[in-house]
């Protein structure tokens, strides 16, 4: 049993699956509640729903969106797709790592306080460059902007630890 759990995953599946539900709903489901989805829950998870356990692992590993493992508490989700390069996202990117001393798309560093990724539209092209930071959505993001909203997080973060 994953001792960092505090739910036993039978009990995490049992939990979130519901007779005719997809793959990707439980998926979500569980990574709504935790913020990942434990390796430990793949088994169950294939049970539950009457699939092999490398059609689960593929399907979690396939989608950029489920994480295997918890996220640093910080988590910026930079949008790198076309309206947001157009828009200066490049740059913000450069200012973004030289800001946090991170990288983007290190995954998570053990004990890291900060995560950067790349991600392909966030469906706020119109109002580029966009990025999500611990989950909530930012348009129009300058490095003015970056930082007070980084500021904000890094907070909440001292605060709660
Ligand atoms: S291209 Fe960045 S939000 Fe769509």
């Known amino acids: 049993m994953d001792e ?3 739910i036993a995953p039978d009990q995490l599946v049992q939990t979130h699956a519901r007779p005719g539900m997809s793959l990707l709903a439980v998926l979500h489901a569980i990574q709504d509640e935790l913020g990942y989805v434990p390796p430990a829950a793949v088994a169950p998870l ?5 699939l092999s356990r490398a059609e ?3 399907v ?5 969106h489920f ?3 918890p996220a640093a508490p910080v988590t910026v989700q930079l949008c790198r797709a076309e309206a947001c390069r157009s828009m200066g996202t490049e740059a913000l990117a450069q200012h973004i790592e030289a800001h946090t001393g991170c990288r983007f798309d290190a995954g998570h560093q053990h004990g890291a306080t900060v ?3 790349s991600v392909y539209c966030l469906g706020q092209c119109a109002l580029s460059p966009a990025l999500m930071l611990n989950g909530t959505l930012h348009a129009k993001v300058t490095p003015q902007k970056f930082d007070a909203i980084f ?6 973060v001292e605060v709660t630890a």
Do not use: F
């Open 4 to 6: 960092s759990l505090a």
């Open 46 to 50: 294939a049970r539950a729903l009457n």
């Open 56 to 58: 689960v692992h593929g």
């Open 60 to 64: 979690i590993t396939y989608y950029h």
């Open 67 to 69: 994480r295997s493992e």
């Open 115 to 117: 995560e950067l990724e």
């Open 151 to 156: 500021a904000a997080a890094s907070k909440c």
